[in-house]
Nanobody, 120 residues
Framework: VQLQASGGGLVQAGGSLRLSCAAS????????MGWFRQAPGKEREFVAA??????NTYYADSVKGRFTISRDSDTLYLQMNSLKPEDTAVYYC????????????????WGQGTQVTVSS
């Protein structure tokens, strides 16, 4: 599986960005697609995930109500609204082959990451 993330950039607090992740390869309906982020000096953390078969979505408490994960065929999106400086991080898309997981170690396939910077 290959994942290509894009859409990051610099935005002021309160602004919006939309991340995209184009996936190719052997992707099955049982897979879960997710977004993670990693800020400097911090561990990679779960942001959101979506089940490919049901479309059910899951969010970290820190982004609930502000971020929306969605999927169109094999392209994954993350709509980020009301951005805060603490959302600044490198954002990664990933695929879990073993079901829903909130720990990045359970995700086998990763995109290259896209930088999101929110200025105050």
């Amino acid at each position: 599986v290959q994942l290509q993330a894009s859409g990051g950039g610099l935005v002021q607090a309160g602004g919006s960005l939309r991340l995209s992740c184009a996936a190719s390869g052997r992707i099955f309906s049982s897979h879960v697609m997710g977004w993670f982020r990693q800020a400097p000096g911090k561990e990679r953390e779960f942001v959101a995930a979506i089940r490919r078969n049901s479309g059910n979505t899951y969010y970290a408490d820190s982004v609930k109500g502000r971020f929306t994960i969605s999927r169109d065929s094999d392209t994954l999106y993350l709509q980020m609204n009301s951005l805060k400086p603490e959302d600044t991080a490198v954002y990664y898309c990933a695929i879990s082959r073993t079901g829903l997981a909130y720990n990045w170690k359970n995700y086998a396939d990763w995109g290259q990451g896209t930088q999101v910077t929110v200025s105050s």
